[in-house]
């Protein structure tokens, strides 16, 4: 039922910058050295109905840098200004391979580790805890003995970057996974925790130990073995080793890119809480705590240090191929290195949108002789994007997850929702579609598999021309979550696959078959005030919370 209008003064009346901050500062002080693990399950649905920031700001298009796509150099000229704004890396075409399963990307994963020399990086949001995982520990683990066997200085070095609320999550978890290679090797070992500065004081309180990743995460998936480097949206568990279909590419020999990377990683970890051997968490000295220390700050010194990283190597790749300023460049090279790499960064919590602004500009640029495919397995297109699909010419493919292949599907509680909340938002997407009459432009599709999974983010962009930009974009259409909430990396390059076999096309007749239509039990029109109203669990007001608790226990 739709909540009184009383309600609705009542939460607008609460909610203001000022009692935020007042609250938030009070909360701080109370609560800053107590760690409840209460709260209440219906905020996990607060990110994923909460509406978008305004749209970002986009790139300022350099003079002279749209060149003509027909022309021999259009595709150099045409995207020459990334490389005034982030790094651009060349890199031989075959040296990238895409990996299509996720059995493949775990063999990968282990291979390269029994191998590796110098460096094993691995960043992901969690380490699960089954027999797979534990293969992989056990994988580390004879890495870093074999090189002590066989040196009086160990050159290996292992450095994992894994979110804190995720990885400590229950008694049993990425922590203790990782626990003894920590005590056994704590000089070639790090194991470095990122704890969102926007989980603190009250809200910190409130959220159970379940959602509280849906407030932030450290969702950057990187995984690194000397000089090469997979780059996915799988994280270490089980499941994304055996059936939930992701994306995986390797990147094989690529030094300056897996540099990069390894510098990312790294100024990632120096920001967040250290794991020590007796399980306990500190900061590095001098670093400002993420959520007793003040808000502010920590942001400020931890966007310092990520785009240090970022400035250098986009200063460093600037002087090693000056020519790329140069109109008179021509196209790609066709000698070895014919492939440019253009890794973005997306750190909204610390203030950093680069993925957005360029991610926008692309969008804006694809004309009527366009298309664009995007899929994502969970379909939640920010406000912005949403008006660039709608209003653009390009055509447009979106693949997204059938409620069966929902990560959620079938879990207990308010976690089950989620899938239906999914359909919903693809249901009200589409019919706008139908409004405005661009069904021959905008079309849908649902992936479904027997017993999978689907996890894939990712798009690939087509001009009218021959020459195809692919993008391999972790968070483009993952939904609000991962573009405002997370820490994420992205990487711009020339490929994607797709499995036609596993698509369905979504019509009109989708919506009410009996398989979808039942997930709509209280997503409906005159549940639309609940909804809207949990969008307000961000403001770190109490008396917010309080409200959004009792509309969601009416409504549902």
């Known amino acids: 039922m739709a909540a009184p209008m009383s309600w609705r003064r009542l939460v607008h009346s609460v909610y203001s910058p000022a009692i935020a901050g007042v609250f938030t500062r009070i909360s701080d002080r109370l609560f800053r050295a ?33 060149g003509d796509q027909g022309s021999a150099d259009g595709l ?74 066989h040196s009086h200085s160990p050159d290996l070095k292992v450095s994992i970057l894994l979110d804190y609320t995720r990885g400590s999550r ?34 910190r309180l409130l959220v159970p130990q379940r959602f509280n990743e849906t407030i932030g995460v450290q969702h950057i998936k990187v995984y690194l073995f000397d000089d090469s480097i ?32 390894y510098d990312l990683v790294e100024a990632v970890g120096d920001v967040s809480l250290q794991l020590q051997p007796d399980d306990t968490v500190n900061m590095l000295d001098g670093m400002v705590h993420p ?19 970022v400035s250098t190597a ?22 070895e290195e014919d492939t440019w790499v253009f890794p973005l960064v997306q750190m909204k919590p610390l203030g950093i949108q680069v993925d957005e602004q360029v991610t926008q ?23 912005a994007y949403m008006r660039l699909v709608l209003g653009a010419g ?28 999914y359909v919903h938002i693809a249901r009200q997407f589409y019919n706008r579609v139908c409004q405005l009459g661009q069904q021959e432009r905008v079309h849908l599709h649902e992936y479904h598999r027997n017993q999978w999974t689907f996890h894939a983010k990712g798009g690939k962009l087509v001009f009218g021309s021959s020459r195809t930009l692919r993008l391999k974009v972790e968070g483009l259409c993952g939904g609000r979550p991962a573009p405002e909430r997370a820490l994420g990396n992205l990487l711009l390059r020339l490929h994607l696959s797709h499995k036609p076999s596993s698509v369905t096309h979504i019509s009109g007749q989708t919506w009410w078959s009996q398989e979808v239509n039942p997930c709509f039990c209280f997503f409906n029109s005159s549940s639309r005030s609940c909804i809207s109203f949990t969008l307000l669990v961000y403001t770190l007001t109490p008396g917010v919370i309080l409200i959004i608790l009792w509309i969601s226990t009416c409504c549902m």
């Open 34 to 66: 107590r760690d409840r693990r209460g709260g209440s399950s219906v905020l996990l649905l607060a990110p994923l109905l909460a509406e978008a920031d305004p749209a970002p700001r986009c790139v300022t298009r350099p003079a002279g840098s749209a």
């Open 76 to 149: 150099c000229s045409r995207f020459r200004w990334m490389a005034e704004h982030v790094p651009a890396f060349r890199v031989p075409g075959t040296h990238i391979h895409i990996l299509t399963s996720p059995d493949q990307f775990y063999q990968a994963m282990k291979a390269r580790i029994k191998t590796a020399k110098r460096r094993v990086v691995m960043a992901s949001l969690y380490l699960g805890t089954g027999q797979l995982e534990q293969e992989l520990v056990d994988c580390i683990e004879d890495a870093l003995q074999h090189s002590q066997d």
């Open 170 to 203: 229950g008694q049993i978890n990425s922590r203790t996974m990782l626990l003894p290679l920590l005590q056994r090797f704590t000089s070639q070992m790090r194991v470095s925790l990122y704890h969102t500065p926007d989980l603190r004081g009250l809200l």
């Open 230 to 261: 997979i780059i996915s949206g799988a994280n270490l568990s089980d499941s994304y080793f055996t059936n939930r279909q992701d994306r995986y590419v390797l990147l094989e020999n690529c030094r300056e890119v897996a540099d990069f990377f």
């Open 291 to 309: 959520y007793k220390g003040n808000r502010q700050e920590f942001s400020a010194v931890a966007r310092q240090r990520i785009m240090e990283v």
């Open 314 to 335: 986009h200063t460093r790749q600037r002087l090693l191929n000056p020519s790329e300023d140069s109109e008179d460049d021509g196209g790609m090279s066709e000698g």
């Open 361 to 383: 500009r692309l969008l804006t640029d694809a004309g009527p002789d366009s298309t664009v495919f995007l899929t994502s397995g969970y379909f939640n297109l920010t406000q």
């Open 394 to 421: 390009a055509n447009y493919r979106i693949l997204t997850a059938s409620p069966e292949v929902n990560g959620f599907f079938g879990a207990k509680g308010v976690a089950g929702a989620i899938p239906a909340a």
